[in-house]
Structures are given as structure tokens and as C-alpha cells.
Nanobody, 126 residues
């Protein structure tokens, strides 16, 4: 049974930083693309970053939406079967529930992913 667990969400002031973690059981994250998506109240879910798998022909590259490029970073810790989202220079508009998700190739759409965590709340105060 595949399970994804996000952690690290918190209330932070604008300009601050947070690290979100996504830990998996039931599969090895290295073999999959991992995405981070977020949903603010009243808005559609938005894909903000994904990292490709490190196996086979995949290059393991990281990709970012324009809204977070230059402020967020994504990385893997294979030993811990965990993917991180490091968020810097946070803005109030970054407030949302953040989800990690697993899929074969990655992307910015919900349809690119097969397994989902339950989300972690990030709130950025002005």
C-alpha cells in the first residue's frame, strides 16, 4: 500500500522560510517523479514544482512554476525515501495546503500523478 506523508507546514511571516517533507512508504521515490502542488481557499490546485526520477533514461531534473522560481528548491534524500521542498522569501500568496504526489514523469497537472498525500498547511502572514 502506497502512502505519502507531508510534514513541515506552519505559520510563518512574510520573507521567512520553510522546509516541507514528503516521506513515502510502499514505494521507492527515486524511481518516480515527485511533485508538489498547492491549493489555496477558493482556488484551483496549482502545480509548483516537480523532480524527475533518477532511474533509467530520466535526468532527475527539477522544474518550477514561474510563481515560485528562484524562491523554492526541491531535492531528494534517497536514504530517507523523502523529497523536500525548501521555500524561501515566502509571500502571503504562498499560503495554501501543499500536497506531494507521485507519478511516472512529473508535470504541473493533477493528471500527471497517481498517488497523493493528504497535504500540509502553510500560512504566510503579512
Amino acid at each position: 500500500q502506497v502512502q505519502l506523508q507531508e510534514s513541515g507546514g506552519a505559520l510563518v511571516q512574510a520573507g521567512g522560510s520553510l522546509r516541507l517533507s514528503c516521506t513515502a512508504s510502499g514505494l521507492t521515490l527515486d524511481y518516480y517523479a515527485i511533485g508538489w502542488l498547492r491549493q489555496a481557499p477558493g482556488k484551483e490546485r496549482e502545480g509548483i514544482s516537480y523532480i524527475k526520477s533518477t532511474g533509467g533514461s530520466s535526468d532527475g531534473a527539477a522544474h518550477f512554476a514561474e510563481s515560485v522560481k528562484g524562491r523554492f528548491a526541491i531535492s531528494r534524500d534517497s536514504a530517507k525515501n523523502t523529497v523536500y521542498l525548501d521555500m524561501n522569501s515566502l509571500k502571503p500568496e504562498d499560503s495554501a495546503v501543499y500536497y506531494c504526489a507521485v507519478g511516472p514523469w512529473g508535470g504541473f497537472d493533477d493528471a500527471d500523478f497517481d498517488y497523493w498525500g493528504r497535504g500540509t498547511q502553510v500560512t504566510v502572514s503579512a
